[in-house]
């Protein structure tokens, strides 16, 4: 996949802080999500309690980040920043969770990637605010319980199916974003353009609204290389040439699509005659894992209606034919 259109965070990333809302009224999109937040917000703040501890799921570049830099905002209070992998041994948990004050705000990125005995420590951190610390090895060792202040714990994930249950269980709030409209992308477009100081046409931002898979991140990348050629061809505005010029230099359609992603719909197409195929024989022909396939390529190709999964495999749409300019086959049930 581009690197321009991959959700996951990269290089041409960097830099965009400022272009981040730091509240809930300059966040556009998911309503849903934000008047469920807002409420809790609001009624922890009236009875000066600590907000229950709070679990956003959904694909990567929605604004799970943003939103819990937001929380830890509403609430005048700190964030500490970690994320799965990260923490391998239980004292890694225990050290974070002892320097916290009274309200701070603990994000834990990827927290389905934890290790399941840093997992445990957080349980009785999670429901009693107290942890469990071993002191010595052996015969000898002993269990000390510790109190740590009350805090709020914000977790994310990209793949809530592997939470374990009693993990999942201890979120009070569990918040889940979905992909963004044509419309929601294109006032955030339009947002990160004043702020970048530029000026777009309202054709120009929908139509690099379109190009955004229905992610805020891939939005904010694609227009700050709309404004590289902005730049390089001396223009006062961007307009739709302008991005036009940019998505083909990017080999980009006007669907969204890479040249990866073509080549996928192509092979289903020309060497499985449209599908059913399984899974593990078209990675095998395209030369990728099965994995990757299933998570970094096929999400969006399913979203947008050009790929479709069956009980006896993938096939392709009559809108991948149709849009990749092939003749649609007679007779086919799509």
């Known amino acids: 996949m581009s690197e321009f259109l991959t959700p996951e965070r990269t290089v041409y990333d960097s830099g965009v802080q400022f272009l981040r809302p730091k509240s809930l009224d300059e966040f556009i999109g998911q309503e849903n999500v934000k008047k469920k937040l807002s409420l809790a917000l609001e009624a922890a703040k009236m009875r000066g309690e600590v907000l229950d501890h709070v679990l956003l799921a959904g694909p990567p570049g929605l604004g799970k980040t943003t939103l819990a830099h937001i929380i830890a905002s509403e609430l005048q209070t ?4 970690t994320s799965g992998p990260v923490l391998v041994k239980q004292g890694d948990m225990a050290a974070i969770l002892t320097s916290l004050e009274r309200g701070d705000v603990l994000f834990i990125d990827e927290i389905h990637r934890l290790n399941k005995a840093v997992e445990e420590l957080l349980y009785s951190a999670i429901e009693d605010f107290q942890i469990d610390i071993m002191i010595g090895k052996g015969p000898s060792a002993k269990s000390i319980r510790i109190d740590i202040q009350p805090f709020t714990l914000v ?3 990209t793949r809530s199916g592997l939470l ?3 993990l999942r269980s201890r979120f009070g709030i569990i918040l889940e974003l979905d992909f963004y409209t044509v419309k929601e992308l294109k006032e955030i477009i339009k947002r990160a353009a004043s702020l970048m100081d530029v000026e777009i046409e309202d054709a120009a931002a929908e139509m690099i609204a379109k190009r955004s898979r229905g ?7 694609l227009t700050k290389r ?3 050629m902005l730049t390089v061809v001396k223009a006062d505005r961007i307009n739709t040439d302008i991005v036009l010029k940019t998505m083909e230099v990017l080999n980009i359609d006007d669907e969204g699509l890479d040249e990866f992603d073509r080549k996928i719909l192509k092979t289903i197409i020309e060497i499985y005659r449209g599908g059913p195929v399984g ?8 030369g990728v894992e099965a994995d990757t396939l299933s998570e970094v390529y096929e999400p969006y190709l399913l979203q947008a209606g050009f790929l479709a ?9 009559e809108k991948a034919y149709k ?4 003749e649609v086959p007679e007779n086919r049930l799509f």
């Not at 992610?215 to 990348?221: E, G, L, Q």
């Not at 899974?279 to 395209?286: C, D, F, R, V």
């Not at 999964?309 to 749409?317: A, E, N, Y």
Request: glycine share 4%; proline share 7%.
């Open 215 to 221: 992610t805020p991140r891939i939005a904010i990348r």
């Open 309 to 317: 999964r069956t009980p006896r495999g993938r096939i392709v749409t």
């Open 155 to 157: 977790g994310a994930t």
């Open 78 to 81: 700190n964030i500490h920043v």
């Open 323 to 326: 849009h990749l300019k092939y």
């Open 226 to 228: 709309v404004r590289d």
């Open 164 to 166: 374990s249950s009693p």
């Open 279 to 286: 899974l593990n024989a078209l990675a095998a022909s395209l």
